[in-house]
């Protein structure tokens, strides 16, 4: 964190804002972190509905101005330095098509992730029925990303967009529902390699701090053991963030 910085990011530990967060490491300047704990409820004080009346992270401050909407903020963030390479070039095929991964991602993909997190906002009826369905949509969504990346090694090819930080902050949800990624392996390697960015290990290893000392102990006790294993089954090691999960409850 750098004082004085231009950028604040308003963030919840491992919630979607990790995408924007990776995005500002990637940028390389200075910027201010403030947590907003959205499992402590912190999203819905007073304080922070003055900032973002819609009570969600992610929220970007840029000096007077207040930028809500991850997508929105990514693409906020990719126009201020196209030097990062956040985004192919504007108005370039590559860039529609980035563009498409992006709104997919906070259109279609995030809502069904929110709806498993929140069934009781969507029925004044039965939650376990919204929830199990919500289940199996998600089990369709990963089918078809895992399909997707069979060619490619990044939703828009070889080289990884803002669209990638968003899937990637989503994937780590997933054992939140008990849910691994050994039924699509395309998407478990896609996982390891998006770890393994250092703009996104950067922003993981800042906010695995956040979940306090016994999450985070358990955490580094789950990889060592992970990579012991490996290694004892003859099995290439894998990077520090690889294949981990968190105990991070309701995020999103
Ligand atoms: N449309 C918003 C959705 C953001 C969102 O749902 N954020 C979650 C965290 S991943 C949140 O703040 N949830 C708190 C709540 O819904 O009460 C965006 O794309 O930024």
């Known amino acids: 964190m750098t004082k004085n910085a231009r950028y604040t990011l308003y963030y919840s530990p491992f919630a979607c804002s990790l995408a924007v967060?990776?995005?500002?490491?990637?940028?390389?300047?200075?910027f201010e972190l403030?947590?907003?704990d959205v499992k402590k409820g912190q999203h819905q004080t007073e304080r922070y509905l003055q900032l973002n009346r819609h009570g969600k992270v992610p929220l970007l401050q840029d000096g007077k101005k207040l930028i809500d909407q991850g997508a929105?903020?990514?693409?906020?963030?990719?126009?201020?330095?196209?030097?990062?390479?956040?985004?192919?070039?504007?108005?370039t095929?590559?860039?529609?098509?980035?563009?498409s991964e992006l709104f997919y991602m906070s259109n279609t993909v995030h809502p069904a992730f929110s709806m498993a997190f929140n069934p009781d906002r969507f029925t004044t009826g039965d939650k376990t029925q919204v929830f199990d369905k919500t289940l199996s949509r998600l089990d369709a969504l990963l089918e078809e990303l895992d399909g997707k990346l069979t060619q490619q090694d990044f939703l828009n090819g070889n080289k990884p967009y803002v669209a990638d930080y968003y899937l990637v902050a989503m994937l780590n949800w997933l054992r939140i529902f008990k849910k691994g990624l050994n039924p699509y392996p395309n998407l478990r390697r896609y996982k390891a390699r998006?770890?393994?960015?250092?703009?996104?290990?950067?922003?993981?290893?800042k906010e695995i701090k956040d979940l306090g000392f016994v999450v985070a102990s358990v955490f580094?006790?789950?990889?060592?053991k992970k990579r012991l294993s490996r290694k004892l089954?003859?099995?290439?090691?894998?990077?520090?963030?690889?294949?981990?999960?968190?105990g991070l409850g309701g995020v999103s």
């Open 21 to 30: 967060h990776a995005a500002l490491e990637k940028i390389g300047e200075g």
């Open 34 to 36: 403030e947590k907003i």
């Open 72 to 91: 929105g903020i990514l693409l906020y963030l990719s126009e201020q330095h196209p030097e990062a390479e956040l985004m192919p070039a504007a108005a």
């Open 93 to 99: 095929a590559e860039w529609g098509k980035a563009l």
């Open 194 to 205: 998006m770890d393994q960015l250092p703009e996104v290990s950067r922003a993981v290893s």
């Open 220 to 224: 580094k006790l789950m990889s060592v």
């Open 233 to 246: 089954k003859g099995k290439p090691s894998l990077k520090r963030h690889d294949e981990k999960h968190y």
